[in-house]
């Protein structure tokens, strides 16, 4: 429940202002001069201040000055006379968020607080992010300093602020959906809504009333009038998941909304206009399929003025350590657990795995194995090979990429597995059987990852 901190010496007004403001469930505290609500900021907190301009001992400019030196980002809003909105203005200029004139209007009062403190939770959340991005990107949801992640970073930093379409593509579990976050939140579109479509999980026979809308009466089950995610993601961006699952006739649709910049409703006559950024993400090469004839071209180009290539775990194992701490901490929090750290060889079956669900599958490991862990050191993991690998061919490079340079990232991935079974095996004194379950891996799994690697 947000705080307000109201200031005015009209006894009467202050009872009505709380009276209002807490019938719309805000808690609320109210002194009569700008001293009282110094010393009220300097020792508690607060989400927003009304304060009236007119005062004594202090006036409105004058609090509002020196509260901006305690806090500079809490929202401040004037109470002003309807013939002083000039004096209201100014202080605007001079930081004030917004002002009310008296005598105010309840619903439009209500409407004005709850549009501050929406923009300073959301300024609070670019603020954060912004500076995350100089720490590589930690508690963003996107967690690494290695090579790879930094490169996606860079490419984030530089389309964010921009209006082109990005086309994002990695395997399940990469993070595709949080990088497309990450850009709308580092754009200007930031205080505008972003909108997430999964087109792998709405039916074919809904897709087109699930993106563009549709009218009352339009078909059977429409009983009353429908917008479409176009129209709510409007001003901000649509994320559009798993792109390749839309059949043909409703990808020429799209194709003909991006053209346009217009929906229509089903059963419609007047067409909407967007102002709407598109992102979009697939865990296949979107190239293959248009050259398979299962994905437009002429809307492939239109989806891919900038495109990022989000890496697979097991291409980035330095950034291991980071993602189990940041998992570890949320698994602490989220299960009321109190795990400090992670075992030696936990840390080596973890890195052993490829972890075919990437970070996704990363997370639930951990989770898992906080809530079993019973002390402060995690000494086991559950890490399953119920899923055979079959990695994608989207690699972190350039679609020009020779295939010498695929064949390096795979031997340094072999390498890396070679490296951890052979600690494995150190650690179990070359017992095979040890080392198979100091990796969490089934005896029959560890024969065969050893062969493989040419280690038997």
Sequence with gaps: MEKILIIDDNESLRYTLESVLESAEFQTKSVEDGYKAIEEVKTKSYDLIICDMKLPKMDGMQILKEI????????????????????????????A?????????????ILTIKKALEMRYLNRELAILRKRSDESYKGTGIIGSSIQM???????????????????????????????????????????????????AIPE???????????????????NQREGKFEQANGGSIFLDEITNLSDANQIKLLRAIQERKVTRIGGKKPITLDVRILT??????????????????????????????????????????????????ANQELNKSVESVAETVMLKIKAHSW????????????????????????????????????????????????????????????????????????AGGNKSKAAKLLNMNERTFYRKLKALELS
Aim: aromatic share 6%; hydrophobic share 40%; net charge negative.
């Design 150 to 200: 930094k490169e996606v970073f860079d490419q984030v930093k530089v389309v964010s602020p921009t209006n082109l379409t990005v086309l994002i593509q990695g395997e399940s579990g990469t993070g595709k959906e949080v990088i497309a976050n990450m850009i709308h939140r580092m754009s200007d579109r930031a205080h505008k809504p972003f909108v997430a479509v999964d087109c792998g």
């Design 97 to 109: 968020t917004d002002y009310l004139t008296k005598p105010f209007d309840n619903d439009g009062m």
């Design 281 to 330: 993400a697939t865990n296949v090469k979107l190239a293959d399929a248009v050259n398979s004839s299962k994905f437009r071209a002429d809307l492939y180009y239109r989806l891919n003025e900038f495109h990022l290539n989000l890496p697979p775990l097991r291409q980035r194992q330095e950034d291991i350590p980071l993602l189990v701490e940041h998992f570890l901490k949320d």
């Design 68 to 95: 901006r030196a305690i806090d500079p980002e809490i929202p401040f809003i004037i109470l002003t006379a309807f013939g002083d909105i000039k004096n209201a203005v100014d202080a605007m200029k001079k930081g």
């Design 356 to 427: 075919p669900g990437n970070v996704r599958e990363l997370r639930n490991a951990i989770r898992r194995a906080v809530l079993l862990t019973p002390g402060n050191i995690m000494e086991s993991i559950m890490i399953t090979d119920d899923v055979i690998a079959t990695h994608s061919d989207i690699s972190v490079h350039s679609d020009t990429e020779s295939d010498d340079q695929k064949l390096n990232i795979e031997d340094a991935t072999k390498r890396a597995e070679k490296d951890t079974i052979m600690k494995a095996l150190a650690e």
């Design 205 to 223: 026979s809904l897709i087109e009333s699930e993106l563009f809308g549709h009218e009352k009466g339009a078909f059977t089950d429409a009983k």
